[in-house]
């Protein structure tokens, strides 16, 4: 069984290399929007003895749009993530 990589057809290639440079600002920006995200859930935490349940779901769903980012820079999917597609539901594996 031999492995041979897929090609992208090469008028493809400059147009998602264009969209690769911009999910990777998109993945800079979210990492740090889940850092202080991070910092305020915990904040919250320690004064109501509770996480708080929105953040909790949002922050599951910007995990997985960091997945879905690092995905297509990867090259492990041709689907470009948000804004191109729908925002991923918290609840999606």
Same mark, same amino acid.
């Given at each position: 069984? $031999?492995?041979?990589p897929? $090609?992208? =057809?090469? @008028?493809n290639?400059?147009?998602r /290399?264009?969209?690769? #440079?911009?999910?990777?600002i998109?993945? &800079? #920006?979210?990492a $740090?929007? #889940?850092?202080i995200?991070a910092?305020? &859930? *915990?904040?919250?935490?320690l004064?109501?003895?509770? =996480?708080n349940? @929105?953040?909790c779901? !949002?922050?599951?769903? #910007?995990g997985?749009?960091l @997945?879905?980012? /690092?995905d !297509?820079v990867s *090259?492990? $999917?041709?689907?470009?993530p *948000?804004?191109?597609?729908?925002? =991923?539901?918290?609840?999606?594996?």
């Amino acid at each position: 069984m $031999t492995n041979t990589p897929t $090609t992208i =057809p090469k @008028r493809n290639i400059w147009l998602r /290399a264009l969209l690769m #440079l911009l999910m990777g600002i998109g993945f &800079q #920006l979210a990492a $740090t929007l #889940l850092g202080i995200l991070a910092v305020v &859930q *915990f904040v919250l935490a320690l004064i109501t003895d509770a =996480p708080n349940a @929105r953040l909790c779901s !949002f922050g599951h769903s #910007l995990g997985q749009y960091l @997945r879905q980012i /690092a995905d !297509f820079v990867s *090259f492990a $999917t041709e689907e470009v993530p *948000f804004p191109f597609n729908d925002w =991923p539901a918290a609840n999606s594996s």
